[in-house]
């Protein structure tokens, strides 16, 4: 039950010219549903990525970062859901090397100019044979965005994808992109798997920064229980098939359409987050640095009492100062004041005398609202989106394997 | 449904000399149950404490330290459930001296010799006036410690008491304690209330290092679920009625037995976590700090994921490589070793391949078995007691203000 995210997806999903796109049902976990996903790249298109800090990082994160390292063109990439390939030591990256061998023998490149990626249950053996008995499939298969989104969903309730067009000097292009995620939720880096695509043609230098940036500002602001993944990773492409970057403009379009892409995906990963039944929007302000702001809002997002009172619309909005006075920022509580919407709910540190708890529940009960907590403090400011804690999350995760 | 804990207590508790207890229902938040304390101690006690480090701590928590650090003899300890006059700002402090200076007249001491503590709904006003009306109560009931622990608990379902004696080198002595808590769990000083009292007499520099000592042995090493309280206090009373600690053996005699009680309560209020079915002990060893093994061992107490796969009897122990992997710690991930009860489920960072579900299973249906990940990089360890992530916890925390 995803909150106020259109199904299966919010308009038309722009093919990217240069990125062909082929998806298979492989039996990896379970029988009878999309499991495995070849995005198939022209020769010449750019790649970057950011990828996952968690150091127990999945066999296919390892070899997709030493791959986009070499400098090679990269010409395909193989995505599986169901294993994750993640905490399986050796074997892992020998299992992972193996699909990168195979598809690149399909494709017809070197194994290192592939990249894989995996997502699902950690620390069991990833079934390489079925991942390679389903490979030709996706080459013959003439999939599309939606299809793809689909093909790399777990505990996900819909398909994620977005699309934009953007006006170059030279022409118009397309930025189109793909996310995955509902649990184990707060990237360090990027998302679970998101894939974003452009048919402009960019320098990788520049798809570099944008892909930090953008990251910065979507995935990276995200949070569904603060379990960072092993297996977050996040890549942009750019096929060169449609209008070059020919100026400063031009990268600050392509940069905008990006970030805009990302942060509907990353929004998205939010509003389907495991058992979620609210969209919380959790914005601190006037604090002395934005990692400051940034620490409070996630140690509000993380706190599981204020998730369950967001779960009940129960203004208990005492467990929120709680959380802004435990999570080790150095703030001035007789400052701080708290707003739930535009409802003033406390100031100076206590609760505001003409603040009532009707106005809270009616802030609570919608399913999106913004939590404002101003410090009083500086000048700086950080946002972040996040969902309640339901009885669901607590039986989707204690029945996923199952 | 508190895990393998003995209702309503495990033994005799016995009396403290020089420490009166009273309790009153003095309907601060529900009518009918016991809500308020009275403990009066006798002119030389000394008590030391120690306290929340939250930044936004309660009003009595402040009002507490300051008269503790006036370095007065405290002569009564207030405590109420229902209401943890916390987030109330200035006028919260208010109502908190208000107390103090009612039970110092009642008493017949000085306000500033008396401790007040609160537990209960946070951002809520302190009902000063049905407690002053319930003091005269507290003061003519004859209670006793079983009393006094059921006085003090808020969504506890069981009153948490422990007690012991000790031979001294002049006497026998004993030492008994309660302490209450089962949500908001995540002490960084002491618990929720914890006050434990021994009739030996013994000097207030002393009883200022056990407490700490004690605290970081007990009460410091729980979770249940990271919330870290505004109004932990942990106090320690040596009411000087009994044998004098007279040699440094009594010394450790004594703090051997402090220590235990506080154990017994610290673990209890895990037992009794809200919605808890598992107690769970996480053992981090052979690592290069102590604080580094509790950074991991709190991050896999704290995953959601982790708590919920407990919950389920589920050994997806992937979870819990991969909040080892995102805690900040600097680990070598090819050198770790993950131990449930006996079986080893994951050596050199990868599952095992003796290892079979069956194993984790097993272990895990158990309502209490340990946790253990070696790291093999160096000498350090670290326990701490944790419970799981259930169905009741959402409900408990949903409804808790209804």
């Not at 492989?26 to 996952?52: E, N, S, Y």
């Not at 990833?126 to 996706?138: K, Y």
């Not at 989104?149 to 994808?161: C, E, L, R, S, Y």
């Not at 990237?187 to 695509?197: E, K, N, S």
Request: contains cysteine; charged residues 20%; proline residues 5%.
């Amino acid at each position: 039950m995803a909150v106020n995210l259109p199904a299966p997806v919010p308009a038309a999903l722009h093919p990217v010219a240069g990125v062909e796109l082929g998806v298979a049902m492989a039996g990896i976990k379970r029988p009878d549903r999309k499991d495995l996903l070849l995005m198939r790249l022209a020769p010449g298109a750019q790649v970057a990525g950011v990828f996952t800090r968690n150091r127990f990082c999945a066999a296919p994160v390892l070899i997709a970062k030493k791959n986009l390292l070499g400098k090679k063109n990269i010409r395909a990439l193989v995505v599986n859901t169901g294993i994750a390939n993640a905490g399986t030591g050796r074997d892992g990256l020998q299992r992972a090397l193996k699909v990168c061998e195979y598809a690149a023998r399909l494709v017809g490149c070197k194994p290192v100019e592939v990249l894989p990626f995996s997502t699902g249950v950690i620390m069991e053996a990833l079934p390489v044979e079925r991942i390679i008995a389903g490979l030709p499939h996706a080459l013959s298969d003439r999939g599309d965005w939606l299809s793809a989104a689909q093909a790399i969903m777990t505990t996900d309730t819909v398909p994620k994808a977005f699309s934009r067009k953007i006006k170059l000097g030279t022409g118009e292009a397309v930025v189109t992109g793909i996310a995955k995620g509902a649990g184990m939720i707060r990237p360090d880096m990027a998302t679970m798997l998101g894939f974003v695509a452009t048919d402009a043609a960019v320098s990788r230098k520049f798809l570099e920064k944008i892909v930090k940036r953008a990251a910065d500002r979507s995935f990276n602001r995200i949070t569904v229980d603060g379990d960072t993944s092993t297996n977050d990773s996040f890549i942009l492409v750019a096929s060169g098939k449609g209008p070059a970057v020919s100026s400063p403009k031009d990268l600050s379009t392509l940069e905008r359409a990006v970030t805009e892409v990302s942060q509907y995906l990353a929004q998205a990963i939010v509003r389907d987050g495991e058992g979620a039944t609210k969209f919380v929007t959790l914005t601190v302000e006037r604090g002395r640095s934005e990692a400051e702001c940034r620490r409070i809002a996630y140690a509000i997002a993380h706190s599981p009492l204020v998730k369950t009172a967001f779960f009940a619309s129960d203004p208990n909005l005492g467990r929120i100062l709680a959380a802004v006075g435990y999570c080790g920022a150095n703030v001035d509580v007789s400052r701080i004041s708290l707003y739930l919407d535009e409802v003033l709910v406390a100031a100076k540190g206590g609760r505001h005398p003409a603040y009532r708890d009707e106005q809270g529940v009616a802030a609570m009960r919608k399913p999106e609202f913004t939590v404002r907590v101003v410090l009083n403090a500086g000048k700086a400011a950080a946002t972040i989106w996040t969902c309640d804690l339901s009885f669901d999350y607590v039986k989707i995760n204690a029945e996923y394997r199952t």
